[in-house]
């Protein structure tokens, strides 16, 4: 049942294979000799089981589970001494301990996720100094030792990997997620030794905190509009088909035939905008001069180029009320968003161009 469950939990999400990691050291530590015994092979035929959806879906699709965002999973991570110091440093110094994402409330909402920060860091340190000196002195294997093991195994990853992509800003804060059941674990785990008077005032405080700070974000006035809108973003559709394929015309010629011909023409035009104005903001994407690493630049500016190709297939490709979409910037033109979108026919306009047939022009 456990295996099953692995495999279930892998086929959601391939970050669980973090969490796999630190049972299975956990395991090792308690006992040496496990994964060698025969109900280890029960546990692996159990995964193989529970990962049957994926073998079904890779097998019918081209393997493409093995890959993320287009690349193999290989190709997502980094090893250049600069990257891998940038990326460590800003999540210690910047996306971890913001990853809460209070309100500003005139300054005082940076501070208090600092110190929330320093308090979980904290509680982390002595739950896992207790584990690991159980270990060590008496042979003695606490549950909390997944606790200490889970966040170095993920740190390694995150540091040498490039799957927060080139938007810091968007993927930086989501991936520290994973860190905040340790935190509030193991922040829990110590505040279940102090006293009750104390436990009930952070809880407490704690509570208010969050409660005031969601309700900053609440807006009455969308009750209406959230009540009737359709549940999702159109345009984050033409973004996911630039993040999985951007660098693969082909891929993305098959996916723009079965937009236009199974979606109403708002939604293709949407979706074509955003997804044209991404590959042309790509393709414009030059190595910032503090990056000095040759393959660092070498791989950025092949991806430019990699945009630029794919920009050119899909400008022949596509019908010409779509073909604006898709044409290269001239000097001093730039990409626009879809709410944008009229100053990018003014920007059009400015070419001496007209306008296709049944372009979307409002």
Not at 44 to 70: K, Q, R
Not at 101 to 123: K, N, T
Not at 144 to 172: C, K, M, N, R
Request: with cysteine; proline share 6%.
């Amino acid at each position: 049942a456990l295996g099953a469950l692995a495999g279930l939990s892998l086929w959601f999400h391939y970050g669980l294979a973090v969490w796999l990691a630190a049972m299975l050291l956990v395991e090792l530590c308690r006992d040496r000799a496990a994964w060698f015994r025969p109900s280890m092979g029960v546990r692996v035929a159990g995964l193989i089981a529970g990962l049957l959806p994926w073998w079904i879906y890779n097998a019918t699709h081209d393997w493409l589970g093995l890959g993320v965002y287009g690349k193999s999973a290989a190709g997502h991570f980094q090893t250049g001494g600069e990257a891998v110091t940038e990326t460590f440093t800003r999540l210690v110094t910047h996306f971890l301990p913001h990853s809460l994402y209070l309100p500003e409330m005139g300054g005082v909402g940076p501070i208090l996720e600092g110190v929330l920060f320093v308090c979980a860091l904290a509680a982390w340190g002595i739950v896992s100094f207790g584990a690991v000196r159980a270990l060590a002195r008496e042979r003695s294997v606490r549950p909390e030792l997944v606790l200490a093991l889970y966040p170095p195994i993920w740190t390694v990853l995150y540091t040498f990997g490039t799957f927060h992509g080139q938007d810091w800003w968007v993927s930086g804060y989501r991936y520290m997620l994973p860190l905040h059941p340790i935190a509030w674990i193991s922040s829990g785990i110590v505040l279940a030794r102090a006293a009750a008077t104390a436990r009930i005032a952070v809880v407490a405080s704690l509570l208010a905190l969050f409660s005031i700070t969601t309700a900053t974000y609440l807006r009455p006035d969308h009750v209406r509009i959230n009540a009737t809108a359709p549940g999702h973003n159109t345009e984050s559709i033409g973004r996911f088909l630039f993040l999985r394929a951007g660098e693969d015309p082909e891929r993305l010629l098959g996916a723009v035939d079965r937009l236009v011909d199974t979606r109403d023409p708002l939604t293709a035009d949407v979706v074509l905008f955003t997804l044209g104005n991404c590959l042309l903001f790509g393709a414009t994407v030059v190595p910032p001069p503090k990056i000095q690493d040759p393959e660092r630049r070498a791989a950025i500016e092949a991806t430019a180029r990699n945009h630029r190709e794919s920009l050119r297939i899909l400008e022949d490709a596509v019908e010409s009320r779509f073909k604006p979409y898709f044409s290269e910037l001239r000097k001093d033109e730039r990409a626009y968003k879809w709410p944008d979108r009229r100053r990018f026919w003014e920007q059009w306009d400015r070419r001496g161009e007209p306008r296709p047939s049944g372009a979307y022009a409002h």
